[in-house]
């Protein structure tokens, strides 16, 4: 997919709606209320999975102050009394919980790559993702709106290391990544697994033996450096030939054969004359 341009949305929703904002302490028109039914919510929403618990404790707080903050929508073009969501999902799904007739709104038209890039960007923001749909977010504002992982970082309120870790849960494979969305592992113990063959069965082994994040960390640290070990295990050919080569320089020789990939030589020397001799012998050659 072509990268859209940047819309220019600096401090994303906080430009459009002020931070935190409540009706009361709003602009003069800057806020309205519209009745619930004529809002919908917006199909490219990056949240998916919305926990009941966390809807039911905002409902209880909304039957208790009200919805505090303006939620942010859109004209629905073509159709009249009808505002798709742009941010504050969470807020209008609470909201009918609480029984609520009308809710404050800030109405404001915005093509759709403004209205999805605010959206993603108020998820991260205010709405605990898991892991893997936060990782998704930021991957569609590098691969659709250009950003870096600095201007995310930024953004959104975290660290760029935060960011590039998770980024890469996005290579683990898709059972793995599954297990993430449904919490039955952590980001911690996901990132242990990344570049682990493997890695599904390994993820059900930290499940089932309740490992901690360190535990898995070490349990990952052993299998890579088997696998490394494993892979400069030499056929005897190989020593045979590094044997060779050393009598013949009188030097030590080290070949590391990669296969289709081609391999290495190292030649080891200690002073500037044995480097000399390797020189001239070969240039002799």
């Known amino acids: 997919m072509m990268a859209e341009k940047r819309s220019g949305l600096g401090r994303g929703l906080s430009a459009l709606i002020g931070d935190d904002i409540a009706p009361a302490r709003a602009e003069p028109n800057s806020a309205r209320t519209l009745p619930i039914a004529f809002l919908k919510p917006n199909p490219n929403q990056p949240r998916k999975n919305f926990a009941e618990t966390d809807l039911e404790d905002l409902a209880n707080s909304i039957r208790e102050k009200g919805v505090l903050q303006p939620i942010l929508v859109r004209p629905v073009k073509g159709a009249s009394d009808s505002f798709e969501i742009v941010a504050g999902e969470r807020r209008w799904r609470a909201a009918q919980r609480a029984k609520l007739h009308d809710v404050p709104v800030v109405v404001r038209e915005l093509s759709d790559g403004e209205a999805l890039e605010l959206a993603i960007v108020e998820n991260v923001q205010r709405a605990d993702?898991?892991?893997?749909?936060?990782?998704?977010?930021?991957?569609?504002?590098?691969?659709?709106?250009?950003?870096?992982?600095?201007?995310?970082?930024?953004?959104?309120?975290?660290?760029?290391?935060?960011?590039?870790?998770t980024l890469r849960l996005l290579k683990l494979p898709e059972p793995v990544q599954a297990m993430l969305r449904d919490g039955r592992l952590t980001a911690g113990h996901a990132r242990t697994?990344?570049?682990?063959?493997?890695?599904?069965?390994?993820?059900?082994?930290?499940?089932?033996?309740?490992?901690?994040?360190?535990?898995?960390?070490?349990?990952?640290?052993?299998?890579?450096?088997?696998?490394?070990?494993?892979?400069?295990?030499?056929?005897?050919?190989?020593?045979?030939?590094?044997?060779?080569?050393?009598?013949?320089?009188?030097?030590?020789?080290?070949?590391?054969?990669?296969?289709?990939?081609?391999?290495?030589?190292?030649?080891?020397?200690?002073?500037?004359?044995?480097?000399?001799?390797?020189?001239?012998?070969?240039?002799?050659?």
Do not use: M, W
């Not at 309740?210 to 535990?215: I, S």
């Not at 640290?221 to 045979?240: M, N, R, W, Y």
């Open 193 to 285: 697994l990344i570049g682990v063959p493997d890695a599904e069965a390994r993820a059900k082994a930290i499940i089932e033996a309740e490992l901690n994040v360190r535990q898995a960390e070490r349990r990952s640290d052993q299998v890579k450096k088997a696998i490394e070990k494993k892979g400069f295990e030499k056929d005897p050919d190989t020593l045979a030939l590094e044997k060779r080569l050393s009598d013949v320089l009188g030097l030590q020789v080290e070949i590391h054969d990669r296969g289709k990939k081609g391999g290495d030589l190292k030649v080891r020397y200690k002073t500037l004359e044995q480097l000399d001799e390797v020189c001239r012998r070969l240039s002799r050659s």
């Open 129 to 165: 993702l898991n892991a893997i749909e936060e990782a998704a977010a930021y991957q569609e504002l590098i691969g659709r709106f250009t950003y870096t992982q600095e201007q995310i970082a930024k953004e959104v309120g975290k660290s760029r290391s935060h960011v590039a870790n």
